[in-house]
Structures are given as C-alpha cells and as structure tokens.
C-alpha cells in the first residue's frame, strides 16, 4: 500500500481517519499525508515524522470527521447489511438476546443510580462561590469525651478569632435556638401559627461567606438590624402565601411566653438541597443582644457555629498551628468562673485545639460526627454503595463478556461461509464488534429509561432529590456513556472478533474447530468471581437484617409499648398540672408521668462528682421526672426508692443509673444516702435515694451512658426551667386494640390540651416506633442493600443460566451419545450439572472469609451486636447452592431428556 | 454569509493558489503559505480552509498528477474561480483606500 523505502506511517492513524472520514476526501488526504511524511523522513527524525503523521492525522480527523462509524465503500448498504444480520442473529437466539440485555440493563441502571447518589452525596456544599475559603472552626467535645470533635463552639470563639488573627478575611457565627413557636397575623384573619424547628441567628457578615440566592432584599444590610428575619421562599409562602414579603412581620414567642416581632428583610431561594446548613428562618443575631451581652465571652455555650472566610492563599496549616494560642489566652476566664477550676484542671490534659474544616468536606466528614444546623452524611454508607455499584456493573459486564463469547462460538460456521465468500477479515471483525456495541447501546439506553422511572422510588427510599434528566445535557456525562458503550462494546466483541475470524474457513466448516472450549476456564473463573460476589451480598444482607432485628429486640430495661408522649407541654408554663389531671381522666391511660426528654432522645448532660473528697468529675447524662416518670416507663429499682410525693424534701434528692454508680466506685446498697454534686463549683449537694436498673435511655446503638435523674422542681440545677418537657401516658392495652380506638384517644388528648390553650400545637409519639426510627438510616440502608443483593444474584444466574444454556447446546451429542451407550437420565443431568456446581462451591470457599471480614467491620460500629453465627453462612451457602441448581437443573434435564435421534442423525 | 468577507488566513491560501497556478494542492499550498507568512501552518488547517473556499466558491478543484512519492495517489488541484478573484481584489481595495487614509503616512510625504 505504501511506498517501500522509509519507515511506514502509524496504521492506527490510517484506520481511524479511512473509517471515519468521508471516502471522496480520502485519496487526497492520504496522498498528502503520505508525501509529507515522506519530506518530513527525509529531513527530519523517524520519530519526528511520525508523531507529525499522528498530529496531522487527528486534526483532518477533527476538520472532516462525519462521524459515521464504521463506514465502507458503499457504507449504507454496508450498515444495513450489518443491521439485518445482527438482527437475524438476535431473533434466531432469543434467549440470549434477552438474557444479555437484561442483565446489561439491570447492571447499568444499578450502578447509574448508584453514581447519581454518590455524586449527590460527595458534591455538598460546592455551590458556593468562595467553598475553597470557607472552613468552619470546631474544637473538641468538651462536654464528652475530649477525643470527639465537635461542630459547636462557644460566642467568645468568634470573638477571639476577629481580634487575634487578621488572616480572615470574615469570622461569622450562627446560633441554634431549636424549636421556636411563631404566630403571623394579616389584618382581619386568625392568627397562623407555627412550630419552626430550623430557626438561627445569624451575623450580619453571615451572608458575605454564605453566598445564597436571594430573591428579595440586599444581602449586606439583610440581617444588620435587631429583629431583622431571613425567610426561605417556601417559608414565606406558608406565612403569607407570597414570596412579596418584605417588611411584613412575625412573631416569636420568647422564652418568658412573650411574644417578639420580628421584620422580614429578605427572602431567599430555597436553600440546595446539597447544603450542610439548613434553615428556614435566620434572624440577626442582634436580636438576643441582651443574652449575648450577658453570655458573649463564654467558652460553654456551645451552640455556635464559627465560620471564617480566609484570605486567598493563606497557609491553612500555619493557621491552624496559630489557632491553638487562643484557648489558654481566652477560656481561662469562663473555666474560673463557671467551674471554679484552672484552664490546666478543666482540660485535664487534654489539647483545646481548634480544627479549621473545609466547608466541602463537612457533610461526608467523619469527624465531628454532629452538625447542629443540618444533614450529615455516612461516609461508610456512601463507600459501601460506591463499591456496590462497582462490583454490580462489573459483574453486569462480565455476564456481558461471556455471553457474547459463549455465544459467538456458535457463528463459527458463518464465519467460515462468509470468508469463502470472500469477506475480509476486517468486515467480520467490524460486524462482530458492532454487534456488541449496538447491544450495550441499546443495553445503556434501556438503563436511562429504567433509571429515570425508578429513581422516584430511589428518592423515597432514601430521601434525596436526584434527578437524571440534568445530566443528560452535560457533555461529560454523554462522553462517559458513549466511552462506556464503545469500551465495553469493543471489549466483548473485541475478543470473539478477532478470536473467530482468525479461523481456517476449511476448518470451521469441516467442523475440526473445538468450538468455544477456548477460553472455557476464563468463563469458568468470570462465573466464580460473580458468585463469591453474589454470596458476599447475601450473607452481608442477612446479618444486616439480623442486627436490625436483633437491635428491635434487645430488652431496653424499660416497657416501651403503649406509651404515648405528649410533645410541648414546657410551652403551657410552670403549672402543668391541670393537663395531669385532665389527661389522667380519659379511660385509655392507666398511669401519666411527666419528664424533660423522651427515651430514646434524652441528649442533655452536665459535669457532677460526689462530694467525698477528691472525687473526680464524671459526665452524666441528665434527665428530669417527676414523681410517677419512672413507673410510667416501667423501670426497675436496684435499691432505694423512687420520688415521692409527700416528701418535699426529695426535691433536691437525684436517683442514679448502675452504670453511674459504677463510674463512681459504688455498689447499689452503698450509694443511697451518698451525695453528688454539679461540678461547676456550686456546692449544693444531692442525695441519692435511689439506683435503677440500666435503661436505654438513648438509641440502642450506642450502649447505656451513666445517667443522673433529677426531681422535675429541682430548682438548684442550672436547667431548671428550660428545655422541653413531655405527658408520657401509659395506655391499657385493651382499650387501644384498634386504630380507631388510638385516634379517638389522640383526638380527645388534643382536645384537652387545645381547650387550655387554642395557640400551642398538638404534637406527639409513641416510645417504640421512635426507638425503631432511631434505626430509619439502618433500616433504608438494608432495604436498599436487599434489593442490590436480589439483582447481583439475578445478574449472576443470568450469567449461569446462560453459559448451561450454552454447554447443553455444545454437549448434546456427547450426551446423547452417553445415552445411547446406556447412561440414564439422571446420570446424565448429574453429569450436567456437577460442573457448575463445583464453580459455585468453590465461589462459597471464596465468599465466606471475606464477608465475615466485611460483617465484622460493619458490626464494629454497633454496642449491642448479634452474634455472627455460623448458621448464616451456611443458609447463604445453601440459598446460592439451589438457586444454582435450580438454574442449571432445567437446561440439564432438558438435555439429558432428548432423544438420542433427534440429536444424532444429522450427521 | 457571502457578505462576510475574506479572513485573514483565508486571504493567504487564496492568494498562495493564485501564485501557485494549477499546481496548487494541499502540501504546496501549505508550503507556500509558510515560505510567505514566516509561520508554521497545519496540513489540517490548510485542507479545512481550502474546502471551506470551495464551499463559498471561492475555489474550484479536480483530480490529477499522481506521483510516486504519493505511493501512487492523485492530487487534488485547486484553481481560483472569478468569484474568489473578486473577492481577492475587494480585499485588497478596502486594504489600500484605509493605508491611505493613515495621516502620519501622507504626512510623511
């Protein structure tokens, strides 16, 4: 073709620019190509010349590509030609053409969803315009164990870094108030009201870090103001059915049952759903000026997140070195006064040291393990999906590969009669490859139609809002389909194309070819990697489901059926008394306690000790009841007794968990009568009366925390007074057997609280479903990993069920020649099937290790663990096992059953 | 589009074919270009402009001349149309009545 002397242009670049340029140009370009190769040999070096082939090659490419692949002399003819015979193909093995197909689509449409979530989940926070600047400040838990980091920080944090380090551009706080009840009026209307879970306070500056859209109102003076309110456009329309908001007002009901105004100034697009912070309604942080004046230089008030906007190209990590210097300069007035304690005795040791974490990295981040103001998401879920989908497009294409390769053997015939014919190798190999392309394409597109329409059911399941119809207009994602099309396409036609037209035409239709027992072990292994996968996937499934069940039916050392909480009762005053009484009236309950926290959500905590000398300090979770509380719930006394009513004395009296008073060094008898004071250098003392059994008193995730119970009147603790308090009623069972039953019974409680007062909402919970919530994010994850289990095990029998569908066709004559020579059918059918057998039995030796590997890990997380039994992994082992055979055993019968005749007297 | 004008590189492969006269075909053209402007230029670049040319009909071309060292393929021959003169004169006529519109070059006289 080319001229002989010199050193031969690259023919990949001829092959590229003769298929995919159109063929009038052809002789001209190659003319010129050629002859400056020539110059260019002569002149210059061999490499030279070549890379310039190369560089000229690409940009004719680029000029005339008329993207048609594949193209021939009379290349529609030529494409028709090949779309007929890829068609005939398809239809003549309509089991294979659906078994790849579905197992393609399914693949795919796994893993797309799959990639949708990931790249949902590690993209939060990117909207922001100044991300690569913006940290948050977080120190460590200081309430906890001082090795956890927190999110939170104190007011004075803020203050502290404004005065000392001029390498932030700005420093900005926001502060959580928790549940906030609002009341909006319109002229001649009933008042609206409201419950806000998501209400801050927040700097003026907060705006210049957090660039958010707004659609009414000005950024640099929107939260300038005392009482100024930033509302979310859905917000604004639920007050005022209009995002036209400015200047109107709401009212918030201050802590005192007073009722402040507050004035819109801006409203914001709805925040991205991919923000760590979240809210509703922001409102200047000069609001609470009084609180912050009185409060601004302390170090506990944890309820501040610090943000800083560094300087473009400041060094993070001389930063944060510089950072450490602020704790010992600042905290040390808050540790004396509050806790009467030296900075030194406070930490205990332990660095105070301020952390600076990227904004882009909160959400997925693994430390703090909290956010205060919005979602946080599980690294290892996403990790663990991330790898799913990758192991279920990997097994979806292997399934893929050996198919195609199983199945081209077939066409070892055709390929001999078209070379005789007087095809080139080149035609056959462009048919066999455009085939399989044209098989993922189609594979890829029924993915995206599926994927569309599952993934409403994907966003339920997981709460998120993924969409696949943006990508679709994204150039890069369009180029990552089509690589994947022509990659996996090229990849498994690749192999059979090259592989069958490289036949001897003479040896194909004598029939001397072993037909497609080449390449048989790579088959073989490729089924056993999907099956080690597969049993991995179940086994793992099984025990998540197991610790689920398990977790729901760990003894929480109280009775958490039938109790029915009543939210918000902190919101009717100090005298709760009369909703007791008229509670304790309707004919379902049987007894009515009140407490400050509801298992399993009791999260407040203080520093005590006892009062024997040198005692240390001990953090205990803390949890205010009254007298009947802890019989309502139906906890068990160790020793002592529980509050009592005719005892006014007990008001300063606490009761212990056993896990405290093993913190303490005590035993139960001991403990009563021993005192145990705040550790903040207020020296009043409480006497214990009583120790309880270990109750769960928070999710049965984590173990059981030392836990001190206070009097609900105990006014010389510093919470007296605030915090949320709860109606827990104890319902008889008989009388709530029916739903009908339970809503009267809810419609009569609400009835009675409304009756006392119309303004406050009507919220409540049963104790049960909220310790089974507590396990929503497990439960949704096992959901999902269930289905992923099902369709990594359907893939990998499609792959079996295919390949036996295929050795049945290849060994019918052995058989029927076997039975022929006597050999029974079910000797026949073992015969069959032993082999794949043997692949799946070598995939559970496989499997087994490394999915109790994996169980391990993931149990590591949990404080209560279901043993991980043996009997699971044989159940995985045996479901696997009959599903092979079951999957096997039809075509091996069907075998096994011809008659020899049939089979036999063609030849 | 015809009203568009020539551009700039446009202009030098129009003229490089008027210069090259009925020899002119994508290496020469290319060559020719290079000797004159002092750059180096793409044998892309050059086809592209030259078909983009034909298209205008600025140029038209045949098939002829095959050499050895083009291992025995033709050449494509581009010729310059009237239309494509035309344009060439346009051009240059705007070129001149703007240089002598320069006031410190007619000063200089």
Known sequence: MFSKKGHKPPRLADWLVSNLIGDEYLEEFFGDLQEIYEDRLASKSRAYAWCMYWVDALHLLFGFTSFKLFKTQNNTIMLKSMFIIAWRNAIRQKQFTVLNLLGLTIGISISLTIGLYVYNESNFDEFLTEKDRIYRVNQPDIWNEWTEMSSTTGPNVATALRAEIAEFEEVTRILVMGNQFTRYSAESTKAKTFKELRFHLAEENFFKVFDYEFLQGNPATALAAPMNLVVTETTAKRYFGTTDALGKSI????????????????????????????????????????QMDYHSWKWIWTAFSTYVLVNEGADIDALTDKLQTIPPKYAPPTTERIFNQSYEEFTAGNPWKLELQPVTDIYLGVSPSQNAFGPVGNAQVVQIFAAIGVVILLLSCINFINLSTARSANRAKEVGVRK????????????????????????????????????????????????????????????????????LGILSGGYPAFYLSSFKPIAVIK?????????????????????TISICLIICSLF???QLRYASTIDLGLTEENLLQIHNIEQFGFNSEPIKTALSGLAAVSEIGKSFGIPPNVGSGDRYRSTEPNAPVLQLSNLRVDEDYLDVIDVSFLSGRNFDIERPADKYRVILNEEAIKLLGWNAEDAIGRSIAVASGNEDEFKVIGVVKDFNFQSTKTGILPLILLHHGNDRVWDYGAGLSYYTLRLKPSAVQTSDNLRVL?????????????????????????FEDSFRNEQRMGAVLNFFTLMAMVIACLGLFGLAAYSAEQRTKELSIRKVLGAKTSQLTLLFSTGFIKLVGLSILVSVPLAYWLVNIWLEGFAYRTPIQVGVFALAALISLLIAIFTTGYQSLYVASKNPVDTLKSE | MK???????EELVLLAVCILKGEAYGINVKKEVEKHSGRSVLLGAVHITLY??????LLTSEMGGNTEKRGDRRKRLFEITTEGMKQLEAAQDVRQKMWSLIPQLNSGQ
């Open chain 2, 3 to 9: 009203n568009k004008g020539l551009g700039e590189f």
């Open chain 1, 251 to 290: 009212e918030v009901k201050d802590w005192d049952g007073s009722w402040k105004t507050y004035v819109v100034t801006a409203v914001l697009a709805d925040l991205p759903s991919q923000s760590h912070l979240q809210f509703d309604m922001l409102a200047s942080l000069t609001s609470n000026q009084e």
């Open chain 1, 746 to 770: 809810i419609n009569d409680s609400e009835a009675i609280l409304k009756g006392i007062d119309q303004s406050i909402p009507f919220e409540f919970s049963f104790m049960d479903q909220q």
């Open chain 1, 511 to 531: 029939g001397q070819l072993s037909k497609g027992n080449k390449g048989k072990s790579f088959r073989n292994a490729l089924v056993v990697f999907q099956f």
């Open chain 2, 52 to 57: 983009r040319l034909q298209d205008k009909g």
């Open chain 1, 544 to 546: 998540v489901q197991k």
């Open chain 1, 420 to 487: 005789v014919l007087g095809s080139q190798r080149g035609t056959l190999v462009r048919q066999f490859v455009f085939e399989s392309v044209l098989f993922v394409a189609i594979g890829t597109l029924l993915a995206l139609v599926v994927v569309n329409s599952a993934l409403n059911w994907f966003n339920i399941v997981a709460e998120r809002e993924l969409s696949l119809i943006p990508w679709l207009s994204q150039p890069s994602f369009l180029l990552i389909l089509l690589l994947f099309v022509l990659g």
